[in-house]
Every structure is written in C-alpha cells, then in structure tokens.
C-alpha cells in the first residue's frame, strides 16, 4: 500500500473547513440565546402581570400565557440551549401568596 504524500492544501482546506464549522455553531449558539433571551424577557413580563393581578385580588387572565408557553415549548425543541435562560425565571414575589 502506497503512503499518499503530504499535501498542503489537503491541511489548510481542511483547516479552513474547520474553523467556518466552529464560526457557524458559534454564531448558531448565540442566535439561539438572544431568542432565549427575548422569549425570557417577555414570559418574565406576563408572569408579573398574573401574579400583579393576583395580589391585587383581580380575576387572573392567563390567555397571554399560552401562546408564551408553546413559544417555551417550541423554542426548547429547536435548541435545548434556550433551556438554560427560560429555566431561570424569577418572580419576585411581593406576598406569600395571593390572596
């Protein structure tokens, strides 16, 4: 069996195919989180409007809600890397509980 010999342009091409892979998961993975990003933003925003209408003793209106969770859902099933900002939703609770 012959050993092929040594070609350059065999090493940079494939170099070059390397590093274009790594540019697009990057820049794939970033997308992926401003969406994340976005979508925590708003799911944050309507969350604080039921629990605000909570505390206020006010009939809760979650219809929002429900377009917001199929964005989770669908948003988690494109990238599970969305999972690491939609899973840290915070609300800051200004009671126990509502009343």
């Known amino acids: 069996m012959a050993k092929e010999a040594f070609n350059p342009n065999d090493t940079t091409t494939f170099i070059r195919n390397a590093l ?3 540019r697009k998961s990057k820049a794939d993975f970033t ?3 401003k969406q994340a990003a976005r ?3 708003r799911v ?3 969350l604080n409007l039921v629990f605000r209408d909570c505390y206020a003793g006010r009939p809760l209106n979650v219809d929002p809600l429900k377009d917001m969770v199929a964005d989770i859902h669908r948003a988690m099933a494109e990238g599970p890397n969305a999972l690491l900002l939609v899973t840290n939703l915070q609300i800051p609770l200004e009671h126990d ?3």
């Open 31 to 33: 997308n992926e989180l």
């Open 39 to 41: 979508l925590h933003a």
């Open 44 to 46: 944050r925003g309507g």
């Open 97 to 99: 509980a509502c009343h």
């Open 20 to 22: 274009e892979k790594e």
